[in-house]
């Protein structure tokens, strides 16, 4: 199985801030990487794909990046509704496995 | 608008059997696969599952053995079977859609159903 790593497990920033998540896979896995979002007591909400490319309808503030197995997502000016916890999943091969998430608040 | 709508039993006890139903609506049934994922606070998110319209599946092997995933494509549903439960299986049960484009996505989700085990 393809292992993903986030770290920090948490991080605390303010509204406007420039905030970067790390996610690494334990093997290259190309671009085949997605961001996800949760809020508490919700479901995940895809907002990247393909390490960069922009779900419809989410904001233009969340943009990916990376290959191989490093990858970042950024969120250039964090907003209130962003604290929240942001998973990575690779969609290389399967099983389809998830990062521990990194959680984004005050 | 795309809408998955889950449903089963949240409260079992050990050596059980467990079974959630996920119904679809608003888009075509075929043509994507439709996932089990599972979170628990010890394992995060997790992937059981999937199958496709016609009945094929894929399964996490780690996990494969007490799981079964169905479909009933005339009624838009696709179904989780897992037997005998254990207090490790408590976990917020979501049924999503996976879509391929040049990757494949998980882009619509159920609304997840909380399954606890306890005697």
């Known amino acids: 199985d393809i292992q993903m790593t986030q770290s920090p497990s948490s991080l605390s920033a303010s509204v406007g801030d420039r905030v970067t998540i790390p996610c690494r896979a334990s093997?290259?896995?190309?671009?085949?990487l997605n961001w996800y979002q949760q809020k508490p007591g919700k479901a995940p909400n895809l907002l990247i794909y393909?390490?960069?490319s922009l779900q419809s309808g989410v904001p233009s503030r969340f943009s990916g990046s990376g290959s191989g197995t490093d990858f970042t997502l950024t969120i250039s000016s964090l907003q209130r509704e962003d604290f929240a916890t942001y998973y990575c999943q690779q969609s290389y091969n399967t099983p389809r496995t998830f990062g521990p998430g990194t959680k984004v608040d005050f | 608008q795309v809408q998955l709508q889950q449903w089963g039993a949240g409260l079992m006890k050990p050596s059980e059997t467990l079974a959630l139903t996920c119904a679809v609506y608003g888009d075509s049934f075929s043509g994507f696969y439709w996932s089990w994922i599972r979170q628990s606070p010890g394992k995060g998110l997790e992937w059981i599952g999937e199958?496709?319209?016609?009945?094929?599946?894929n399964y996490n092997p780690s996990l494969k053995s007490r799981f079964t995933i169905s479909v009933d494509a005339s009624k838009n549903q696709f179904s989780l079977r897992m037997t005998s439960v254990t207090a490790a299986d408590t976990a917020v049960y979501y049924c999503?859609?996976?879509?391929?484009?040049?990757?494949?996505?998980?882009?619509?989700w159920g609304q997840g159903t909380l399954v606890t085990v306890s005697s």
């Open positions: 999503a859609r996976m879509r391929a484009t040049v990757t494949t996505i998980f882009d619509y």
């Open positions: 199958i496709n319209h016609s009945g094929a599946t």
């Open positions: 393909a390490a960069s």
């Open positions: 093997q290259s896995i190309s671009t085949h």
